[in-house]
């Protein structure tokens, strides 16, 4: 059977990806269509940006900063200062959709993965996330219990209550009881970083962060050697798999690349590795670029009969279960590769 070689188009793009994924990669958030945020082009004390859905069918966005409007290939273009070409190389390239183009005259700017708003805003580095840390409170016991993790496993993954959160000098985001806070402390290449949480926030963003998509969530936990272990997509999930027995880490999001270098040695560490990603399309086109690439063993808890249940991850699916329930689960994924 022969390769049919598609050339890079905006339509050839659009069968593949749909404008909501482009965006949210690119704004480093879920979003929902007429609600105000920051802006992503610059640093912004008050919302003025906001996405829509035209009377095509469009999604758009609007800056109220400058009145400018434009669909997600204007958004690349505004965001990386490029033409619309290299837009459409820039998407090639970052989600891997091999289509074929001419690289002679176009250079792409490189992007680090799926960001947040605090890299999107282009801080200096003098303006690093800093936190105040709380002891836990009842509501933060409250709301990790219900997924089986207790103090001492958040102590083990350096996981804060923070009362408040900087940005330089600059107050961003302050604890209250309906809107906790929390903060996940990573260490790589003798550098601290933080990972911003607001779990039960509505109207701000859920995550804030200046840790690059190299950093593994979990990987200072993990045993030296082991038979097994599961990679998934966020620290809340290697917790709760660690809690039924199973050792995991965390990519920064299920598109993310992993050197080979960091393969080899995963492989002479565990036996057998398997990929945990959501059943959606970026869930499922991650995990099977990493099956292809390095013989992961994608896994996931849901399938094309169960996907509208609700349980997105195995987090949701905790929530909701027994310790007994989600290890069974669990056990029964594993089990169907043996």
């Not at 704004?27 to 610059?42: A, T």
């Amino acid at each position: 059977m022969y390769k049919i070689n598609i050339q890079l188009t905006k339509e050839a793009i659009l069968k593949k990806l749909s404008e909501y994924q482009i965006f949210s990669y690119y704004l480093g958030r879920d979003f929902k269509s007429g609600i105000v945020m920051n802006s992503p082009f610059r640093q912004d004390d008050k919302p003025s940006f906001s996405l829509f859905v035209d009377r095509k069918g469009i999604i758009r966005y609007k800056d109220f900063g400058t009145g400018e409007s434009g669909d997600c290939f204007n958004f690349i273009q505004r965001k990386f200062h490029i033409n619309f070409y290299d837009s459409l190389i820039q998407i090639n390239k970052d989600f891997n959709l091999e289509l074929m183009y001419s690289q002679h005259g176009y250079e792409t700017k490189e992007y680090t993965g799926y960001q947040t708003d605090i890299k999107q805003l282009n801080f200096t580095p003098k303006k690093a996330i800093n936190v105040k840390v709380q002891k836990f409170t009842f509501v933060d016991e409250h709301y990790w219990d219900q997924y089986g993790i207790d103090k001492n496993l958040l102590k083990v993954y350096n996981v804060f209550s923070c009362k408040c959160v900087f940005v330089g000098d600059k107050t961003v985001a302050t604890y209250v009881n309906n809107n906790p806070i929390y903060g996940y402390l990573f260490y790589k290449d003798n550098e601290y970083t933080w990972k911003i949480y607001r779990p039960l926030s509505l109207t701000g963003y859920k995550w804030m962060s200046n840790t690059n998509r190299t950093v593994f969530q979990g990987w200072d936990q993990l045993p030296k050697k082991g038979n097994m272990l599961i990679i998934t997509k966020a620290l809340k999930d290697v917790m709760v798999l660690r809690t039924i027995g199973y050792i995991s880490v965390a990519l920064q999001n299920e598109i993310a690349n992993i050197k080979d270098t960091v393969t080899h040695e995963l492989y002479e560490r565990f036996n057998n590795i398997y990929i945990l990603n959501d059943f959606d399309y970026t869930g499922v086109r991650g995990a099977n670029k990493l099956r292809k690439r390095y013989g992961f063993k994608p896994i996931f808890i849901q399938n094309f009969k169960t996907r509208s249940n609700g349980f997105k991850d195995i987090s949701d699916y905790r929530k909701s279960h027994t310790k007994e329930q989600t290890k069974c689960l669990i056990d029964k994924l594993i089990n169907a590769w043996k």
